[in-house]
């Protein structure tokens, strides 16, 4: 069973930086798996922000390319989502996800059985 901890949300002003971090616990045996960040604003649908396929390819979304960058630390196994430039467009509640690719984020599709969720860290950008 995979547990997955998110950390780093914050209050932050428009411009500002924040790296969130998403601790992976447990394992999908020796599998790879992708991981993908998800954000949902208040009033809004969940939506995809960036992904990490297994074999390293990263995904974003056209409003956070160029200003967030996904990475993950297989030695600590933590998947990061570093934010820079942000906006207070950007403000929601971000989420981790594991064994959930971007492509079936970006097809709508929705996670198997086999996904494992954070709890989420909210993140607030002030103008």
């Known amino acids: 069973q995979v547990h997955l901890a998110e950390s780093g949300g914050g209050s932050v002003q428009a411009g500002g930086s924040l790296r969130l971090s998403c601790a992976v616990s447990?394992?999908?045996?020796?599998?790879?798996?992708?991981m993908v960040w998800l954000r949902q604003a208040p009033g809004k649908k969940r939506e995809g922000v960036a992904g990490l396929d297994s074999d390293g390819s990263t995904f974003y979304a056209d409003s956070v390319k160029g200003r967030f960058t996904i990475s993950k630390d297989n030695a600590k196994n933590i998947l990061y989502l570093e934010m820079h430039n942000l906006k207070p467009e950007d403000t929601a509640m971000y989420s981790c996800?594991?064994?959930?690719?971007?492509?079936?984020?970006?097809?709508?599709?929705?996670?198997?059985?086999?996904?494992?969720w954070g709890q989420g860290t909210q993140v607030t950008v002030s103008s």
């Open positions: 447990g394992s999908y045996g020796a599998r790879n798996y992708c």
């Open positions: 996800a594991a064994d959930y690719c971007w492509w079936a984020v970006v097809a709508g599709l929705p996670a198997g059985d086999s996904a494992s």
